[in-house]
């Protein structure tokens, strides 16, 4: 089976960053500049772990001969196999969460991409001329890459410019952690839920994959992203395989939602286009969040709740204590045109139809030395990667039309979007239908985006009239 890299990279621009718009600081909020918060959902497309490394717990390792696992090989040969135990996440009040912190590494992450800024986090020891995306270079107040302006930078002792968007904790809202604990005087189980494949620490030093087309001593490849696995994904191994993996408690499983707050100050007209694009992204398209993104876990969908939002302008927070919120700002997402190729081929959810296993290879001992093509195949020759299923258009509001009186075995839905093979509606009620859209009796012009529609029952509810 052909073997896919559980990474990629999304290739360096051969422009610079642009570094000629200067610190706006916080002091003042600029007349045209927005300001507010964002309530934003994340929903786990994969299962999902953030561990909690400060109390974890050892555990034996059994075999399947039911004695004690020790070390065949190595400098720890003889000894005793023990793997350290995680819960996920806790504050101190027990509630489970995922750091702000995280949320704000991972959407940076994709922010310096869409808008060519420096490289914050990565290796470039042994790689040529990064083209000015060197962090380095973001060396004082008037001279910051995109980023760094709005996610804030230090530079030693010499100056700090503090981030104007900051993330809040993102705490569980909805589903339960897998397995649920146990009730009260219920004894545990001293086995963990489960035992991770190996999770593999970064080797940028290994150029047929961090090197550009597997040059050595040559450019880095780019930005590293991993590929989504789809929900399904295998991410754990028998007991007597864990040797160098490490066990978990419990883990958030598809479908759970954590609830979170973006709070923004001052932020120009573009840099907040592009952060509602780095957020939200567009449909076909997850981030990736916690540990094994390597290995399937961490896929995730992060939406903003428009109603609950609040977006201001700096000058309508001087004219009154109760400035005027701004029911426009949502338009101004930017087109996922502003998205590189690369990029979507990494991020696309429909990454597990591609023929192939992605994942490290089996033996590491024995990993390949063929460069990686754009859709992560060793030694394939593809120039471009594949797309996601991306909806023909969608509409974000329900028409302005009341809906459609209809008998009691109808229903009435306006149409949000069209993809290739399928039709969904929203009912008056708010809840998604999705029809093939090869049932559709209408002719094509009138699968208009965004008008009433009446469907037919329960008993045919492939038919869709006009």
Same mark, same amino acid.
């Given at each position: 089976?052909?073997?896919?890299n559980?990474?990629?990279?999304v290739?360096?621009?051969?422009?610079?960053?642009k570094?000629s718009n200067?610190?706006?600081?916080?002091?003042?909020?600029?007349?045209?500049?927005?300001s507010?918060?964002?309530?934003?959902?994340?929903?786990?497309?994969s299962?999902?772990?953030s561990i909690?490394?400060?109390?974890?717990?050892?555990y034996q390792?059994?075999?399947?001969?039911?004695?004690p696992l020790?070390f065949t090989?190595g400098?720890? =040969?003889g000894d005793?196999c023990?793997?350290n135990c995680?819960?996920?996440?806790?504050?101190?009040r027990?509630?489970?969460f995922l750091?702000?912190?995280?949320l704000?590494?991972?959407?940076?992450?994709v922010?310096?991409?869409?808008?060519?800024?420096?490289?914050?986090?990565?290796t470039t020891?042994?790689?040529?001329?990064?083209?000015?995306h060197?962090n380095a270079?973001c060396?004082?107040p008037?001279?910051?890459?995109p980023?760094?302006r709005?996610?804030?930078t230090?530079r030693?002792?010499?100056f700090?410019?503090?981030g104007?968007?900051v993330f809040i904790?993102a705490?569980?809202?909805?589903?339960?952690?897998?397995?649920?604990?146990p009730?009260?005087?219920?004894?545990?189980s001293s086995?963990?839920?489960c035992?991770?494949?190996?999770?593999s620490?970064?080797?940028p030093?290994?150029h047929?994959?961090y090197g550009?087309?597997?040059?050595?001593n040559?450019?880095?490849?780019?930005?590293?992203?991993?590929?989504?696995?789809?929900?399904d994904?295998?991410?754990?191994?028998?007991?007597h395989?864990a040797?160098?993996?490490?066990a978990?408690e419990?883990?958030?499983?598809v479908?759970t =939602?954590?609830?979170?707050e973006?709070?923004?100050?001052?932020l120009?007209?573009e840099?907040?286009?592009y952060?509602?694009?780095?957020?939200e992204?567009y449909?076909?398209?997850g981030?990736?969040?916690g540990l094994?993104?390597?290995?399937g876990?961490?896929?995730?969908r992060?939406?903003?709740?428009r109603d609950?939002?609040?977006?201001?302008?700096?000058?309508?927070r001087?004219q009154d204590?109760?400035p005027?919120?701004?029911?426009t700002?949502?338009?101004l997402?930017k087109?996922?045109k502003k998205?590189?190729?690369?990029l979507?081929e990494?991020l696309?959810?429909?990454?597990?139809d591609?023929?192939?296993?992605?994942?490290?290879?089996?033996?590491f001992t024995?990993?390949?030395n063929d460069?990686?093509?754009?859709?992560?195949v060793?030694?394939?020759n593809?120039m471009?990667?594949g797309?996601?299923?991306?909806?023909d258009?969608?509409?974000?509001?329900?028409p302005k039309?009341?809906?459609?009186?209809v008998s009691?075995?109808q229903?009435?839905?306006?149409?949000k979007?069209?993809?290739?093979?399928k039709?969904?509606?929203?009912?008056?009620?708010g809840?998604?239908i999705?029809?093939?859209?090869?049932?559709c009796?209408?002719?094509k012009k009138l699968?208009?985006?965004g008008?009433w529609?009446i469907?037919?029952?329960?008993?045919?509810?492939? =038919?869709v009239?006009?």
């Open positions: 089976m052909t073997q896919i559980p990474y990629n990279f290739p360096l621009k051969s422009d610079k960053p570094r200067g610190y706006p600081g916080k002091l003042k909020l600029h007349k045209d500049n927005y507010g918060m964002l309530k934003c959902t994340l929903e786990a497309l299962p999902l772990i909690d490394q400060r109390n974890p717990r050892l390792l059994i075999g399947n001969n039911g004695k020790k090989s400098a720890k =040969r005793l023990k793997v995680f819960k996920f996440l806790r504050n101190s027990g509630q489970i750091q702000g912190t995280s704000k590494g991972m959407i940076r992450s922010y310096e991409v869409i808008t060519n800024s420096c490289l914050k986090l990565v020891i042994g790689y040529k001329d990064i083209t000015g060197k270079e060396n004082n008037h001279n910051l890459c980023a760094c709005l996610f804030g230090i030693g002792d010499k700090h410019c503090q104007r968007v904790d705490f569980l809202v909805k589903g339960n952690l897998e397995p649920e604990p009730i009260a005087n219920q004894s545990v086995k963990p839920f035992f991770l494949k190996v999770l620490s970064p080797q030093s290994h047929p994959t550009k087309k597997g040059q050595r040559g450019p880095i490849a780019g930005r590293k992203f991993y590929y989504h696995h789809g929900k994904t295998k991410f754990s191994v028998n007991e395989e040797r160098r993996s490490i978990i419990e883990y958030a499983p479908k =939602r954590f609830g979170f973006v709070y923004v100050e001052n120009d007209k840099e907040f286009e952060l509602v694009l780095a957020l992204l449909e076909g398209l981030h990736k969040i094994g993104k390597a290995i876990l961490g896929s995730c992060i939406t903003i709740d609950q939002s609040f977006i201001a302008k700096g000058s309508d001087y204590w109760n005027t919120k701004d029911t700002w949502y338009s997402k087109d996922k998205l590189p190729s690369a979507i990494i696309r959810l429909n990454k597990d591609d023929t192939g296993e992605i994942g490290y290879p089996s033996d024995n990993y390949p460069p990686i093509d754009a859709r992560g060793f030694g394939g593809a471009k990667g797309r996601p299923y991306w909806p258009d969608v509409a974000t509001e329900p039309e009341p809906a459609p009186k009691q075995d229903e009435a839905a306006w149409l979007e069209i993809y290739d093979d039709l969904v509606f929203v009912d008056t009620q809840k998604e999705k029809r093939p859209r090869k049932a009796q209408s002719k699968q208009e985006v008008a529609f469907l037919w029952g329960p008993s045919a509810s492939k =038919r009239l006009y």
